[in-house]
């Protein structure tokens, strides 16, 4: 049984910082891209930044030189380091993950939960 967890989410003043965290967990045999998304209130889901297997990062152009993908295949844990963190960066944040898992299952896209981030001004 796989799962995708988030983790880190919460409240920060315009300017600050925080660190979100995505552990996938269950019988993986193998993860291929991962990413984090957005959705705020009213608005469509949006992918925030990718990164794959073997590191290399895309981001939307909102967030360049602000956030910050990762990942630790030994941990199959993706991150996002977010600074500079502005009002317009709330929202409900979900992390994506490409897994392949042992047996019959065929590779497909696992979610998260979701984590909310809230800056305040």
């Known amino acids: 049984q796989v799962q995708v967890v988030e983790s880190g989410g919460g409240l920060v003043q315009a300017g600050g910082s925080l660190r979100l965290s995505c552990a996938a967990d269950?019988?993986?045999?193998?993860?291929?891209?991962m990413a984090w998304y957005r959705q705020a209130t009213g608005e469509q889901r949006e992918l925030v930044a990718s990164?794959?297997?073997?590191?290399?990062?895309n981001y939307v152009d909102s967030v360049k030189g602000r956030f910050t993908i990762s990942r630790d295949n030994t941990k199959n844990t993706v991150y996002l380091e977010m600074n500079s963190l502005k009002p317009e960066d709330t929202a409900v944040y979900y992390c994506?993950?490409?897994?392949?898992?042992?047996?019959?299952?065929?590779?497909?896209?696992?979610w998260g939960q979701g984590t909310q981030v809230t800056v305040s001004s």
């Open positions: 990164i794959t297997k073997g590191g290399r990062t």
């Open positions: 994506l993950a490409d897994i392949e898992p042992y047996g019959l299952e065929p590779r497909k896209d696992y």
């Open positions: 269950g019988s993986i045999y193998r993860i291929f891209d």
